[in-house]
């Protein structure tokens, strides 16, 4: 093509059938929106082009920088006349929202400030606060970067090309069986491969035991009081209501919970949220009988069960009957929770209803992120990042501690010393309970105090005592010492 093969507004004068270079073609979704406005009435079929151009770029549905067909193919594809496309460049042009270069094509103009809808984050976030002492958050930080990194190279280059496809609803085989013996050696759980799910974490598990309960008439379920406020909404979403049992000094009481028709039950033996205790070996026993007794389910929600400081972690409670115990638990806590990675373990009578319902709710869980937690596990990266988990969180929450003891004189923290999060009571003279929460609040740290986590049917309010759910696990030990310290100098301010 001769340089002197240009148009009026300067645009390259293309062979027949010749593409532009870059930008959207004439048959891009981008110009559909011109087709309504080149079938207008002849008279009012220039103005209505110029118009509908016009708005694209408003839009942002044409960004600036975007290369326009040349004249010829976007006429033949619309079935107008070249010139109209041709006047249409030019107005534009003129106008500010085109620009062109002789030989260099027609490109839309950065001038024009596109309203581009933006998609907004509904991520839970932190506060933003001085200091955040909000329960449930490990430290991201302490994500294992280069050693993911590492095993999803080696996945890319192993897998084979039909493990891409539809997996099993369960999980792939290579994963479930690396499952089974990591939670056999570390949680002390009787773990059937088959009978072992993937799934999206212990909220997806808790709707899918949901659901399979209620295909077996189970309408209601009993949930820990305190508890987590989380099984309430996820059980509801099958159908099923929960009903809040009362808590001893060895877990979930066992006389009221004989007194009301459920059938199934949801708790977190190895550290019960939010209290901080173990069941005993009493109770765990005297659960499963009761299960047993009423043709049953036990629910084990084993949300931090690795992470013990004091002692090795008490086994799962799913070992000493995997026909009565449904066992879930998930990478949340050990690595991250965007992962959306976890298991569940299934008694034989429920394996069926789950998997199918698996099946339907998401044909099975991503193989790419299933066969990289398999290599990371198979080739001891998972237990070297829980030892590395432990270690931070036990310096930090002995470092919890004895802020407390220096700030909070006379103060107590309950529970044992496991997981994320400790029970701190604090001493009368720093109550009522609502004033204290208003002035720490006010000094910009966040807290929980431990009756948001129950229901109104639980006594814990009572008396004078600030007693707080403090999580630890995602503050450094200097925050936690300067966050201690805010909430004293709230309270003598």
Not at 36 to 51: I, V, Y
Not at 52 to 60: D, M, Q
Not at 69 to 75: G, I, N, Q, W
């Amino acid at each position: 093509m001769r340089p002197s093969e240009t148009n009026r507004s300067g645009e390259p004068a293309e062979a027949e059938g010749e593409a532009p270079s870059s930008g959207a073609g004439p048959g891009s979704p981008a110009w559909e929106l011109l087709l309504p406005a080149a079938s207008a009435p002849a008279r009012a079929r220039g103005r209505s082009l110029q118009a509908a151009l016009r708005e694209a770029v408003r839009a942002g549905r044409l960004a600036p920088g975007t290369r326009l067909p040349s004249s010829r193919d976007l006429a033949a594809d619309l079935g107008v006349s070249r010139g109209l496309i041709t006047e249409a460049y030019e107005q534009l042009t003129a106008e500010g929202y085109l620009r062109s270069g002789r030989g260099a094509g027609t490109w839309v103009g950065g001038a024009v400030r596109a309203a581009r809808p933006r998609a907004r984050d509904l991520a839970p976030r932190p506060p933003g606060a001085r200091a955040d002492f909000v329960p449930g958050t490990p430290d991201l930080s302490l994500f294992p970067r280069a050693a993911w990194a590492a095993a999803q190279r080696g996945v890319l280059a192993e897998l084979p090309h039909h493990d891409l496809g539809y997996p099993d609803p369960r999980g792939l085989p290579r994963l479930r069986t690396a499952l089974a013996e990591l939670l056999a050696r570390r949680r002390g759980v009787v773990a059937d491969p088959e009978r072992i799910l993937v799934v999206s974490g212990v909220a997806q598990a808790t709707t899918l035991l949901g659901f399979a309960l209620h295909a077996r008439g189970m309408t209601s379920v009993g949930a820990e009081n305190p508890g987590s406020p989380q099984h309430d909404a996820l059980y509801a979403a099958a159908g099923v209501t929960t009903v809040p049992m009362p808590l001893d000094d060895e877990g979930l009481a066992i006389g009221p919970l004989r007194d009301t028709p459920v059938r199934s039950v949801v708790v977190t033996p190895a550290h019960q949220f939010p209290t901080g205790i173990a069941y005993s070996a009493r109770r765990r026993a005297e659960l499963l009988d009761w299960a047993r007794s009423v043709d049953g389910f036990v629910l084990e929600d084993d949300y931090d069960g690795d992470f013990r400081y004091d002692r090795a972690p008490v086994g799962a409670l799913q070992g000493l009957d995997p026909e009565r115990v449904a066992y879930a638990g998930s990478v949340s806590k050990s690595l991250a929770p965007g992962l959306r990675l976890g298991w569940l373990l299934v008694p034989e009578a429920l394996a069926d209803e789950v998997i199918e319902r698996k099946r339907t709710m998401d044909l099975g869980h991503p193989t790419l992120d299933q066969a990289l937690f398999a290599r990371f596990v198979e080739r001891g990266d998972y237990d070297r990042q829980l030892r590395r988990c432990q270690r931070a969180y036990r310096e930090r929450r002995d470092t919890l501690v004895a802020a407390l003891e220096e700030h909070f004189p006379g103060s107590a923290v309950s529970g044992i010393a496991a997981g994320l999060h400790v029970i701190a009571t604090l001493p009368r003279r720093y109550g009522p309970e609502k004033h204290f929460l208003a002035r720490v609040a006010d000094a910009g740290v966040t807290v929980r105090p431990l009756r948001d986590y129950a229901h109104e049917t639980a006594d814990i309010a009572a008396g004078e005592d600030v007693r707080l759910v403090l999580g630890y696990a995602h503050l450094s030990p200097a925050r936690i010492r300067a966050g201690v310290r805010l909430m004293a100098e709230a309270f003598r301010g």
